[in-house]
């Protein structure tokens, strides 16, 4: 197979374009085309250069170019909202860019300022694919952002970051200086304890000791104050967080290692203590960057959002302008383009139209509107360019308020079983009994003093290192390895509830069909003059009807040509028509005629996934119960249950989205996949909401798993995935358990030393590491 | 043992260097962006050179 030269795509039907009189190709689309020509216009085929020896950074696809004119960017409101004023005469927007997949792409958008003018600075950052464009009083950003679009990235403008995210930013940057500052102490003082250890002569041995305390001072106050303040909240709220017995170890440490140094007793715990800190905030920090990754990809709600719209103007009814739908108003008048998504809810003033409401209802059909219907945001325009009038705008709209409810809602009905805090209130409180038990045991034996300082020992020693640091390592490589394979998860507790899935809820699109009409049963029934794949081309290229789509998706790969029509004619809900080579052909629900015979019949069917019954079986071999919840008609539901092996009881057609969300609410270790915004409200109240490749924006916000490939595999891995996940915890607990057990029992015998703790804290740590990186053997061969 | 008088503060010295060298670079938004700095610096100066040699 060949494949392209721009985007490296394989190649069903090759495009060229015709550069220096030269044939250069071959390209997959016409898209690619364009770019690749304006790419030599402005001199910049050294893109091919870069791109030649570079690593893939994100996966390619074909560029699809939109013309768009991106002139609301310079609108004054627009830019008071939107761009940062630098100075007089400089100001900066930043854009979330489509496309974005390689080094080339970096080059070449940082490389803007050359080839546009008016551009000062342009700077990317590819991991999240937004760019920074700063510009002089010479510059305008619509005309960047239209350059951009022709190069085939696809531009988004971004709001100005709100004070939330720059307080994000500042705590994020002072973890970073409470990890560095806790590591250089701990190093430091490692040098000064293995010299204790190794016996330093008095003088020095004091001298060390003072040097280990004044280092450790700063990393058990400002690096360890993270670790105090969780664990003051938890104890106002009257439970017990794994920070509190860390907390605990970490004062008495402190207090016991100031006491000794000023007595002249050279026992002390500062430097595992500091060495914890340091290991702990150091996991910490790894869980919570690989979380983030995952959230800012079902953060982003520029995602399906209609950027520009056409506003009619108030005093001339002739002239469009164009807005950013953020600023639109009730009673204005829209021109909404074909295949537009509605920007806001509102009045047809158009004869008619057909609308896609999948998105919003579930239903697969297009439905049929006329004058004066009413029109959702959400929805797509299938037909024609149309009028609308606004009647409800942004979080008045029917999706806007599903969106309230969605974010409201966040985290009010989370049942979450948090793993560590159970144990560690089990643990503080045997850790606290314990020292109890051990005062008064060597109370009357040996005295106060002695009492006093074995029940502190063991407070210091029994801090919960392993456990603290087990646990977000575990998640973290489960996190990750997850989000490698293209299941992103929101979070640690994520896992903790989809290892508890008892039952599942499916939406029917995109999870056990492909979500996308195909033809099938094609059957050529009379031999023509000209190929009935051609036909079929030519008539149908144009058409944005689905079938119209499966027809020219299954003909492209056959090699069809496009013929001359002549008085080609659609009429919505009916066909297509037209004269090719004079005669007279039609497409309609009989199949395909001429003049009036058929010659060809076709089936359209939204077809099931090969591996989705295998899934489905799987599941409830493994006494998972599995439902199907759709919009759709109540005999179509039946049918694909059938299909797929799902019992009748477990089917439930025609619902709407309030009715799955009373159904899952009612259910326990609940499960819900979806995509639409009518799945929004259920895959917010399910335990686990997943939502799926080209899902809506709101169901992404709604859910807690998003899946960057369609199908039922994404769902069926990440259940068995948590599944291990949780082993590894487990095994993790018990192994830092163990450690300190031993502890305890040295404590109790009184033999414990410094150096001991200095020994144990790491080892343990170690172990359980290595534990977390190995995981188990069905975690390695999950995508293998 | 004297060695001791200029190891300490030495070694001591240079460890708060680095550690305040890390907090300015931290704050300067130096460690804002971990994934494109590395893939920018393969961009080979020799291709802008070209580049620009083909504009005259």
Redesign the interface.
């Known amino acids: 197979m060949e494949s392209c030269v721009h985007c490296d795509e394989t190649i069903l039907i090759p495009y060229f374009a015709d550069h220096e009189k030269e044939q250069k190709g071959p390209f997959c689309c016409q898209g690619c085309v364009t770019v690749y020509e304006a790419l030599h216009q402005k001199g910049l085929q050294d893109y091919y250069t870069v791109k030649h020896d570079s690593a893939l950074f994100k996966r390619r696809a074909p560029v699809e170019i939109r013309n768009d004119t991106f002139l609301y960017l310079d609108g004054e409101e627009f830019l008071s909202e939107y761009s940062y004023q630098l100075s007089d005469n400089q100001r900066s927007m930043e854009f979330y860019l489509e496309g974005i997949h390689c080094l080339a792409c970096l080059w070449l958008i940082e490389k803007l300022p050359d080839f546009v003018s008016g551009v000062i600075s342009s700077k990317l950052n590819l991991e999240k694919s937004v760019v920074v464009i700063t510009i002089n009083s010479f510059g305008k950003f619509s005309a960047i952002a239209s350059e951009l679009n022709k190069l085939g990235y696809r531009p988004h403008a971004l709001k100005r970051s709100t004070e939330a995210q720059k307080f994000h930013r500042i705590e994020e940057r002072k973890t970073l200086i409470r990890i560095g500052i806790s590591g250089a102490a701990a190093g430091n003082i490692m040098i000064y304890a293995v010299s204790l250890y190794g016996g330093a002569n008095e003088k020095m041995g004091d001298l060390f000791n003072l040097l280990t305390l004044i280092l450790s001072l700063p990393v058990l106050t400002y690096c360890a104050w993270p670790f105090y303040q969780s664990a003051w909240v938890a104890l106002r709220n009257k439970t017990l967080s794994i920070d509190v017995p860390i907390s605990l170890s970490l004062i008495l440490g402190a207090a016991m290692g100031i006491i000794n140094v000023f007595m002249g007793v050279s026992e002390n715990y500062l430097d595992s203590l500091s060495t914890l800190v340091f290991l702990l905030l150091l996991s910490r920090y790894f869980l919570k960057t690989i979380q983030e990754k995952g959230l800012s990809v079902s953060d982003l709600s520029y995602f399906y959002q209609t950027d520009s719209v056409l506003r009619q103007k108030i005093d001339d009814i002739n002239i469009y302008e164009e807005i950013h739908s953020r600023f639109l108003n009730e009673n204005d008048i829209l021109k909404i383009r074909a295949d537009d998504f509605f920007p806001a809810d509102g009045i047809l003033l158009s004869k008619e139209t057909r609308v896609n409401n999948s998105l919003l209802t579930g239903e697969s059909d297009p439905a049929k509107l006329y004058l004066g219907d009413k029109l959702f945001s959400g929805t797509q325009n299938l037909g024609a360019d149309v009028l609308m009038r606004v009647t409800e705008t942004n979080h008045n709209s029917r999706l806007g308020k599903m969106l309230k409810n969605v974010e409201n809602g966040w985290g009010n009905i989370s049942k979450t079983v948090d793993i560590t805090a159970h144990i560690s209130k089990y643990f503080t409180a045997a850790v606290i009994l314990l020292s109890v038990i051990l005062f008064t045991y060597v109370y009357y034996q040996f005295g106060f003093e002695q009492a006093l300082i074995r029940a502190v020992t063991l407070l210091i020693v029994t801090c919960p290192c392993a456990l603290a640091l087990s646990v977000p390592l575990t998640f973290n490589r489960s996190l990750s390895l997850a989000g490698k394979n293209g299941l992103i998860i929101k979070n640690d507790k994520t896992i903790e509830k989809l290892a508890n899935t008892e039952n599942i809820f499916l939406d029917k699109t995109g999870t056990i069909t492909e979500g996308k009409p195909r033809v099938s049963n094609f059957i050529i029934r009379k031999v023509t003059d000209s190929r009935v794949e051609d036909i079929i081309l030519s008539l149908e290229q144009a058409s944005r009807h689905p079938v119209g789509k499966a027809l020219v998706n299954y003909v492209l790969p056959l090699r069809a040509n496009t013929l001359n029509v002549e008085d080609r004619v659609e009429i919505p809900g009916i066909g297509v028509s037209g004269y090719i080579n004079n005669k007279f052909y039609e497409i309609n629900k009989n199949g395909i005629l001429e003049n009036g015979n058929i010659i060809a019949t076709f089936c359209v069917k939204d077809i099931i996934r090969n591996d989705s019954k295998k899934i489905i079986n799987r599941l409830l071999a493994d006494n998972i119960s599995v439902c199907i919840l759709s919009g759709d008609s109540n005999n179509f539901v039946q049918e694909l249950g059938q299909n797929v092996g799902i019992g009748n009881h477990f089917l439930f057609g025609e619902m709407s989205p309030e009715e799955k969300f009373e159904k899952i609410k009612k259910s326990s270790h609940s499960l819900m996949v979806g995509d639409g915004a009518n799945d929004a409200l259920a895959l917010q109240v399910a335990d686990v909401g997943i939502a799926v490749s080209g899902a809506m924006d709101i169901s992404l916000r709604a859910s807690d798993v998003y899946l960057t490939v369609p199908g039922l595999a994404g769902v069926e891995k990440s259940i068995v995935l948590a599944r291990e996940t949780m082993k590894v915890v487990r095994r993790n607990l018990v192994l830092s358990l163990i450690y300190n057990f031993i502890s305890v029992v040295f404590v109790f015998n009184g033999v414990i030393s410094p150096l001991m703790a200095a020994i144990i804290m790491p080892v343990s740590s170690l172990t359980v590491l290595v534990s977390s990186v190995v995981g188990t053997k069905k975690m390695r061969n999950l995508w293998k | 043992?004297e060695i001791?008088v200029i190891l300490?503060p030495l070694?001591?010295g240079l460890?708060l260097a680095?550690?305040f060298f890390?907090?300015w670079a931290?704050?300067r938004?130096q460690?804002?962006?971990?994934?494109?700095p590395k893939?920018?610096m393969?961009?080979?100066e020799e291709?802008k050179l070209?580049?620009k040699r083909?504009?005259l």
């Open positions: 043992m001791m300490l070694a001591l460890g680095f550690v890390f907090i931290v704050k938004g460690y804002d962006d971990l994934e494109t893939h920018r393969l961009i080979d291709v070209v580049n083909k504009k």
